[in-house]
């Protein structure tokens, strides 16, 4: 079993202190770039980089006066800057520290959830191969279909969540950005070159153009694949559990010793763990909507979407890196019933091998609709009576015209369904 998740690391990301931090910096970088381009004194640079510091009491007790968390920030770094705090912020406004910073968080925050994408399917593609070969039912509509094994249903997983982690490759490339272009994007007061300078030193690419702010639609694409990432593991945890009640019972998410699944019936064990994914997940693409819903700002910015992001952004990424975690501690967890995948296969009476019925009897000769019809009469039969479908198909006399018991005994074959396995994990997983 994998350790337990704890939400430091990713929560550490979006505390007021690590904020704040990474704005002293783009202040600093600011700073350096100006110096080398002459525009304010090396040595003034020199004693800023030493007393340049926050207190973060002190930022909140300004910002109670200020009502602006950047003009707080600024006001108490200048003190402990003293004279030389005439060249901090420099033609720089609010936004150049906000969405530079947002954009150092985001590059984080993804590279955590990469973390997270890549250790799941890593287990994953464990996992389908331990079942590759495991027959179970195939369900369209939740009613049996035709056998499968509960390997391809892992494997499905893994391919998906690989997308995933592609998407979410992209996406971090497309907001680990920044900008430092001034209070409406013009670069007025402030050259280009700062900015290239500051991105460069962070690791973020610098906008091609912005307005005070990046524009939100970025940002919406990055929501965007969270809450497509959050619905793929609410697939997967649907799946879980489904398999995991009493009358199917195939696979069962792990329940730890002095687990209780019920206050008043001591023999519950629920799937509780699926069910909190299944339920984060909607979360997620509420936020991805409000996200879209940030995309239309008045002019060259409003603040409407600052109070959204405030709460989406960490609440998502948050949010995601718990679900992450929690879902592979499920499936490295996962108990499977064999057994009771074999029950299940069978409990049908052999009704899941009609459409092997129908080919035959069409390469006997019968046109599709006449064999869809006779297949369909016999497997009526066994639906509302206790024969077994083999036997039915025995005793009608325009089945076992063209098809003998050994026919039906072949054609009766699980293997056959298996055949092409294989070369379907071959394409996965050996490329």
Same mark, same amino acid.
């Given at each position: ?18 904020? /704040? ?18 525009? #304010?004194?090396?040595? @003034? ?8 510091? %926050? ?17 707080? %920030? ?37 590279? #955590? ?57 992209? $996406?971090?490339?497309?907001? @680990? ?44 694409? /990055? ?72 995309? $239309?700002?008045?002019? +060259? ?27 592979? +501690? ?22 899941? %091998? ?24 016999? @497997? ?9 479908f083999k036997e039915v198909l025995l005793e009608d006399k325009k089945v ?11 054609? /009766? ?11 379907? /994990?071959?394409?996965?997983? %050996?490329?």
């Open positions: 079993m994998i350790e337990r998740y704890s939400l430091p690391q990713m929560s550490r990301i979006w505390q007021d202190e690590s904020k /704040f931090e990474s704005m002293l910096q783009i202040e600093i970088l600011a700073l350096e770039a100006l110096a080398k381009q002459k525009k #304010i004194p090396r040595d @003034a640079l020199s004693r800023i980089k030493k007393k340049a510091k %926050f207190d973060l009491v002190k930022v909140k007790k300004i910002e109670e006066n200020t009502q602006h968390d950047v003009v707080a %920030f600024v006001t108490n770094v200048a003190q402990h800057i003293g004279q030389d705090a005439k060249y901090l912020h420099l033609g720089l406004t609010s936004s150049d520290l906000l969405d530079t910073t947002l954009g150092v968080q985001l590059k984080a925050a993804s590279d #955590i959830l990469i973390a997270d994408l890549n250790r799941l399917i890593s287990l994953l593609e464990k996992k389908a191969n331990r079942y590759r070969d495991m027959v179970c039912i195939g369900r369209t509509h939740g009613v049996h279909a035709e056998p499968t094994t509960f390997g391809l249903k892992l494997a499905l997983w893994f391919d998906e969540t690989r997308r995933n982690l592609e998407r979410l490759k992209l $996406a971090k490339e497309e907001v @680990a950005v920044g900008k430092i272009s001034g209070a409406v994007g013009t670069f007025a007061n402030i050259d280009p070159q700062v900015e290239t300078y500051v991105c460069r030193k962070l690791g973020l690419k610098a906008a091609k153009i912005s307005t005070q702010i990046i524009q939100r639609d970025i940002y919406a694409v /990055f929501m965007a694949g969270l809450a497509i990432i959050g619905s793929s593991l609410e697939k997967f945890a649907t799946e879980i559990r489904h398999l995991q009640r009493t009358e199917v019972l195939e696979a069962e998410e792990p329940f730890g010793k002095g687990q209780k699944g019920s206050s008043a019936m001591p023999h519950k064990r629920n799937p509780v763990i699926c069910e909190r994914i299944c339920g984060l997940s909607r979360l997620l693409r509420g936020n991805a909507l409000a996200a879209m819903e940030n995309v $239309a700002l008045w002019h +060259e910015r409003d603040i409407s979407h600052s109070s959204v992001e405030r709460v989406i952004m960490p609440d998502s990424t948050i949010v995601l890196d718990y679900m992450l975690n929690k879902f592979i +501690e499920v499936v490295e967890g996962l108990i499977v019933y064999p057994e009771n995948m074999l029950a299940n296969l069978v409990k049908t009476k052999g009704l899941i %091998f009609s459409q092997r019925v129908l080919l035959a009897l069409m390469d006997k000769g019968l046109t599709r609709q006449e064999a869809y019809d006779l297949v369909q009469r016999c @497997a009526m039969q066994t639906w509302r009576g206790n024969k077994d076992s015209n063209n098809l003998s018991r050994k026919d039906l005994d072949k054609i /009766f074959d699980l293997d056959y369904y298996l055949r092409n396995v294989n070369k379907i /994990f071959s394409r996965l997983f %050996f490329k």
